[in-house]
Structure formats: C-alpha cells, structure tokens
C-alpha cells in the first residue's frame, strides 16, 4: 500500500498475551453511558446458526457508530481466509471508549475487550478506518460490547444460547463451536457459562478432527 506508513500508526499484533496496551483512538468520541441490556436472546425471535455465521452483524455500521480505534495492518493467522483480489489484513484494536464493556449486569472497563481483523482490498478505501469492502475475518472479545449486542453471549450459560442458535456442531477442548462452511464460532467455556469467544472466516472449514489448538484458548 503507496504512503501507508504515511496515513496510518502500524501497530504489531502481539495476540491474547499483551499486557497494558497503549490506548489511543483516532476520532475518540465522549463516552455516552448507556444502559446495559440483556442479551438478544431473550428479545429476538431463534436464528439458523448458519445464516447467523454467515453475517453475525454489520461490520461497516458497527465502525461508523465507533468512530474509530487502534489500527495497524497485520495479524493475520495462515488459518484464516484470504480473499483472491490483492489487499491486506487490519487489526483493529480496543474498539469504544475507555475499553468499556460488559457481562451480564456487570461494567467492566478493559483494554483488551475486542479485537478484530479484516480483509481490506487494495484500492479506493484502502487507507480509511471505514471501508464498505472490507470482510470481516477474525473477531475475540472478552465481555460484551455495548454496541455489539448480535455477540453479547459473554456470561450467559449454553441453555441461553441453543435456545437462539440451535445445539452446537461439535464441542472440543472445553468450547462450544458452531461451524458453517468456512466460519466458525468458538465459545470458551466454564462449567456451562460463556466466558469468551471468536468468530473466524477460515481459509478451510473448521471440524473436529482439525489440529488447531491455539483457536480453543484466549488467554
């Protein structure tokens, strides 16, 4: 990409293990307090598990209601999906203000709340923070964003979860996996409650015969 280093701060994706992280937002907005609200399956209506891994949720209005965060290209895994035109893996780091987020009732405030990667295509929209090509290729989060509600599983117990996307695919390495063709999510368990997840477009789809170990742990 032409001047990149020019328009954007790289930052090195160092995965689950970075402690402290510098936070700093581009286009930081004043933190609103929101009301928490209960997971989406006690209001919305079961969802097909496969059309729900198909598209979880809206990526470019997800980022156009955050305004911004940490960027950098990088982090990609060779496990994970790469489209067939040229282009590049962004990380997006620490998405909302002051890493606030939430399990259950409770407010946390955390600098390593959510991570994402995408797939940015060479061209027009290369060099800006909201891309309407871009795909969404990786995602882990340790609690509940307060404008991802498609995702607010964190905390709930696995009752809550079959009753909004049916019995899982497989469960392996104490997670629970729902998988789709070449997506898949993976819900890090205790005892029956969610305590994190990933949602991965995946370059072959994702079995439990697979030897990736390192998809089952967020640490």
Known sequence: MKNLSATIVLFVFIGCKQKNPKTVFE????????????????????????????????????????????????GQKDYYFKPSYKGIYYHFFIFGSNGRCYIEKDTLFREDGLNIITYKPLGKYQNDYLDPDEELIYLEA??????????AFIGLDTIE?????????????????????????????????IKWLKYIYMSEPLTPEKSLKEIYILK
């Open 142 to 151: 340790h609690c509940n964003d307060f404008d991802l509600h498609e995702l």
């Open 161 to 193: 979860i079959k009753k909004r996307l049916g019995n899982f695919t497989f469960k392996k390495e104490n997670c629970a996996v729902y998988s789709y063709k070449k997506k898949a999510l993976i819900l890090g368990l205790l005892h029956s409650k």
């Open 27 to 74: 286009n930081q907005t004043d933190s609103v307090e929101r009301e928490i609200s209960i997971s989406p399956t006690t209001t919305s209506k079961p969802l097909n598990s496969d059309s729900f891994l198909f598209k979880p949720f809206d990526l470019y209005e997800f980022k156009k209601v955050k305004k911004g965060a940490n960027s950098g290209a990088g």
